[in-house]
């Protein structure tokens, strides 16, 4: 089964770009095929993997506008494809909203390259709005980072429900992947948190261990490259390896 990811949190600076940069990256060490997909009008993941967002003439926001326009897929950087995204797709929510069945475009364009990829990870934007509709319309499964932070675990209940009112409208068969506890702290409101955490949400999905939080990841992005090659020995590794395994499951 071809696996469609989205990595979803209306909330911003959880690390959903980190996430599906690196998990995309140590799926393609494990011998998978991956895509990652940028809907975020910041286009960070863009970024992340080496592209010039303001330099692109073709992102996704083209196949999303204009039907029967193919994806510009941008070819092996490290070992993954990506779609990418910049400032333009704001304009094109907004273009989104005359649209007949707007909700489909993403996945209508998604559709001719999924045979090709045995994962495609989409990076939302950090919002409730059209572009993260379109993406968990897409999506299989929906994977959420979730920062250790109390502010970060109040919102979730406005997550589960965004996820539940698609379910019910749009893609009855969607299935949460997992939940990332990010930007892990060790101090004692992150384990209350990832605590909470645990006892609220293991019933509805596998908790992961936590991502701590390292300037590493950071560093990592500023160089354009996942943190398994800036860093091949940093402790975040093995979790994000256990993260990929989990996936291969689903």
């Known amino acids: 089964m071809h696996k469609v990811i989205a990595i979803f949190n209306q909330a911003g600076g959880v690390c959903k770009t980190t996430v599906a940069m690196n998990l995309g990256y140590h799926l393609a060490l494990r011998g998978h095929r991956v895509l990652l997909v940028d ?17 692109l003439e073709q992102t996704v926001a083209n196949a999303i506008l204009e039907e029967d326009t193919a994806l510009p897929i941008h070819h092996n950087l490290h070992q993954m494809d990506l779609v990418p995204a910049n400032i333009t797709l704001s304009a094109a929510e907004l273009q989104l909203a005359s649209v007949i069945a707007r909700e489909l475009r993403l996945k209508d364009a998604l559709e001719p390259e999924i045979t090709h990829y045995d994962f495609i990870l989409i990076d939302c934007p950090p919002s409730l709005g059209v572009l993260s509709i379109l993406a968990l319309t897409a999506a299989t499964h929906v994977l959420i980072p979730i920062q250790t932070h109390f502010k970060a675990f109040k919102g979730t209940e406005l997550l589960l429900d965004t996820i ?3 379910r019910k409208h749009l893609n009855r068969t969607l299935a949460i992947a997992g939940i990332v506890p990010t930007i892990f702290n060790n101090a004692s409101q992150d384990k209350a948190i990832l605590e909470a955490l645990k006892e609220q949400l293991a019933s509805i999905a596998t908790i992961y261990a936590p991502i701590p939080r390292a300037t590493a990841f950071a560093d990592a992005a500023m160089s354009r490259q996942p943190l398994a090659v800036y860093a091949p020995k940093h402790p975040s590794l093995i ?3 256990e993260i990929a395994k989990g996936m291969e499951a689903l």
């Open 39 to 55: 809907v975020d009008p910041q286009g960070s993941l863009t970024t992340f993997m080496g592209l010039e967002p303001h330099e």
């Open 239 to 241: 979790i994000l390896d």
């Open 164 to 166: 539940k009112k698609v």
